[in-house]
T-cell receptor
Framework: DTGVTQSPTHLIKTRGQQVTLRCSPI?????VSWYQQVLGQGPQFIFQ???????GRGNFPDRFSARQFPNYSSELNVNALLLGDSALYLC??????????????FGQGTRLTVV | AQSVAQPEDQVNVAEGNPLTVKCTYS??????LFWYVQYPNRGLQFLLK??????LVKGSYGFEAEFNKSQTSFHLKKPSALVSDSALYFC????????????FGRGTSLIVHP
């Protein structure tokens, strides 16, 4: 069990650029969720994927998109970056179709800085 | 709609003393409640959860939390604080049988002084 892995750990982008963040869930876990954590606030839910299908979406603009692959890894894409997109992006892995009603396991996060 | 309030941005306690980190919630239905801890430059680490049953829930590292339905609270407690408990603590809620979208509180910074 290697835990949830996210890459890269840190990223600096310029306004207007596009970014792709990656997440590999714990082996055997089929659900991946993405969260945005702005400094000084709690994590905000962005997406949940289960069995390669989107099962939940938070209140984020269409610039945010995601997908899940057959091996259950996931990518989060953000287009047309804004300064306000600077945050820690967290990926959570869980065995099935859950939010946090069971032990969701979080990765270390990707720190995105938009300049 | 669901929401979580953590009324204290920071809690200070001396090592060896009991600690309490407060959380109140609002949901339209029965709640699932969670506590997570975040150390600097780390992800969230699960501490404990309340789904149903006993109102006193025991979790990792000696932490426990008490569910109080009438006060809509789920305060995190520990009988004897350690300096290593210093971290950011998040309370989260979702409604049983409802949307899987969880709501987190803003977090409370716990500082344990030697």
């Amino acid at each position: 069990d290697t835990g949830v892995t996210q890459s890269p750990t840190h990223l600096i982008k310029t306004r207007g650029q596009q970014v792709t963040l990656r997440c590999s869930p714990i082996s055997g876990h089929k659900s991946v969720s993405w969260y945005q954590q702005v400094l000084g606030q709690g994590p905000q839910f962005i997406f949940q994927y289960y069995e390669k299908e989107e099962r939940g979406r938070g209140n984020f603009p269409d610039r945010f998109s995601a997908r899940q692959f057959p091996n259950y890894s996931s990518e989060l894409n953000v287009n047309a970056l804004l300064l306000g997109d600077s945050a820690l992006y967290l990926c959570a892995s869980s065995p099935g179709l859950t939010g946090v009603d069971t032990e969701a396991f979080f990765g270390q996060g990707t720190r995105l800085t938009v300049v | 709609a669901q929401s979580v309030a953590q009324p204290e941005d920071q809690v200070n306690v001396a090592e060896g003393n009991p600690l309490t980190v407060k959380c109140t919630y609002s949901v339209s239905g029965n709640p699932y409640l969670f506590w997570y801890v975040q150390y600097p430059n780390r992800g969230l680490q699960f501490l404990l959860k309340y789904i149903t049953g006993d109102n006193l829930v025991k979790g990792s590292y000696g932490f426990e939390a008490e569910f109080n339905k009438s006060q809509t609270s789920f305060h995190l407690k520990k009988p004897s604080a350690l300096v290593s408990d210093s971290a950011l603590y998040f309370c989260a809620v979702r409604v049983s049988g409802g949307s899987y979208i969880p709501t987190f509180g803003r977090g409370t910074s716990l500082i344990v002084h030697p």
